[in-house]
């Protein structure tokens, strides 16, 4: 019986290492979002002050985009972001602007001042930035079909990175006629 306690010990602590180390891997670590693993999910308020789930976008490409009316780099991606936006709205693709102002009706006032027709939903109180770890702004996370992140860009996004939007629609299109 005393050999069979030091064996039950490290098997039992053992399992709870195994546990621990298969639950950060598959969730994150409570402060890292890794590529592969399901995205967040959060309620915010879109530019009607519907609350709308990112759950709801599921079987949709989701571009989200963290951005804040007086960041100056914010402001010199929206451009591109538009022309994201007009070029894949019309497929399996969905935008969602999260704005980070603290006042929503200066994202909106921005927007328009701006001339730009973006999607985008107000977190005044930053709970849907703390939920994905944001560090700054702008930063976007590219979420698949079904929920899982795909890729992660810290600063302004680079317009070559529609080539890589195309590639991953494709996919899905492919994906959702092969099923059919």
């Given amino acids: 019986m005393q050999r069979l306690k030091p064996i039950l010990f490290f098997l039992l602590v053992g399992s709870f290492a195994v ?3 298969v639950h950060q891997t598959s969730q994150g670590d409570g402060g890292i979002l890794r590529i592969g693993q399901i995205a967040p999910d959060f309620t915010a308020k879109d530019m009607n002050a519907k609350s709308v789930e990112l759950k709801d976008y599921r079987g949709k490409l ?3 985009n963290f951005w804040a009316s007086w960041c100056v780099p914010c402001e010199q991606e929206m451009p591109d972001l538009n022309t994201i936006y007009q070029k894949y709205k019309g497929r399996k693709f969905q935008m969602m602007m999260v704005s980070n102002d603290a006042v929503p009706e200066d ?39 079904n929920g899982h992140l795909l890729r992660h860009v810290v600063g302004p996004i680079n317009p070559q990175i529609m080539t890589q939007i ?13 099923s059919q």
Avoid at 166 to 178: F, H, N, P, V
């Fill in 107 to 145: 994202a909106k006032k921005f927007l328009e001042k701006k001339n730009l027709q973006l999607p985008w939903f107000s977190d005044p109180g930053m709970l849907v930035s703390s939920k994905y770890h944001t560090t700054g702004w702008p930063e976007t996370f590219i979420i698949d079909r």
């Fill in 19 to 21: 546990y621990i180390i």
């Fill in 166 to 178: 195309e590639s991953w629609l494709q996919d899905q299109e492919y994906a959702d006629t092969a």
């Fill in 62 to 64: 989701v571009f989200l």
